[in-house]
């Protein structure tokens, strides 16, 4: 079992930066990939970026390509997502993910934390 629990969401103004921390509880946070996906008002969830069990292997979403980078720490059982040059269509809520393999299918992530709310003005 996993718990995951998102910080370091906000208001920020477009072009301005937030980093988003993912702390997970257990000793075995380094047997998982770890994900971001984010869900705006009235959309589906989408998938934002992964990373491999130890840190080695990296995938973006097309949309937050050369903005965004993902990052963990496994002795500190926390994963990151740098996220520069928001843009308002970047609003939405941040969720954190950890599963078997670094992968943009929610599906595939057997635990999510409660999410964190970004929000970028114009």
């Known amino acids: 079992q996993v718990q995951l629990v998102e910080s370091g969401g906000g208001l920020v103004q477009a072009g301005g930066s937030l980093r988003l921390s993912c702390a997970a509880s257990g000793r075995t946070f380094s047997s998982y990939a770890m994900g971001w996906f984010r869900q705006a008002p009235g959309k589906e969830r989408e998938f934002v970026s992964a990373?491999?069990?130890?840190?080695?292997?990296?995938y973006n979403a097309d949309s937050v390509k050369g903005r965004f980078t993902i990052s963990r720490d496994n002795a500190k059982n926390t994963v990151y997502l740098q996220m520069n040059s928001l843009k308002p269509e970047d609003t939405a809520v941040y969720y954190c993910?950890?599963?078997?393999?670094?992968?943009?299918?929610?599906?595939?992530?057997?635990?999510w934390g409660q999410g964190t709310q970004v929000t970028v003005s114009s």
């Open positions: 990373i491999g069990k130890y840190g080695d292997t990296t």
């Open positions: 993910a950890a599963g078997p393999r670094n992968t943009g299918t929610a599906g595939v992530y057997d635990y």
